[in-house]
């Protein structure tokens, strides 16, 4: 069994070993794109909490004015941070960097349930979410 956990040890130093050094030799362009985080982090991560506490808050009947309202500038945030389009190359991989901060942070899963959320209540007839 020592021996077993010794041979994987060694493995995977040496496999960290190799991407170091491919990562080290690939063009800037893609380590770039690897290293970099997103500026709008801390943003993303609170209008997805707001949203997800939005959404896993029972209600019975319509939602108040004010949840639909953070609920509006929540999405409303969040549409206009992917929204930005430049064509300076910084700025395009800051936007991919945002995109996949959104998918880190499940994004789209919470997004799926503001849809889930509309299209269940859709069927039986239930307005939770006004059309605004």
């Known amino acids: 069994m020592k021996k077993k956990l010794k041979k994987v040890k060694t493995r995977m130093n040496q496999r960290a070993k190799e991407f170091e050094l491919q990562l080290a030799n690939s063009d800037s362009k893609d380590r770039s794109l690897f290293e970099r985080s997103s ?62 901060c959104f998918r880190e942070q499940s994004g789209f899963a919470v997004i799926c349930r503001v849809l889930l959320l509309a299209n269940e209540n859709f069927q039986k007839s239930i307005v939770t979410l006004p059309a605004k």
Request: glycine letters at 4%; charged letters at 30%; proline letters at 3%.
């Open 39 to 100: 500026e709008n982090k801390s943003k993303i991560q609170k209008n997805l909490k707001e949203i997800n506490k939005l959404i896993s808050a029972p209600s019975s009947g319509t939602w108040p004015e004010n949840k639909v309202s953070v609920l509006d500038r929540s999405l409303g945030e969040l549409d206009r941070m992917f929204a930005k389009t430049v064509n300076i190359k910084q700025l395009e991989s800051a936007g991919d960097a945002d995109r996949n």
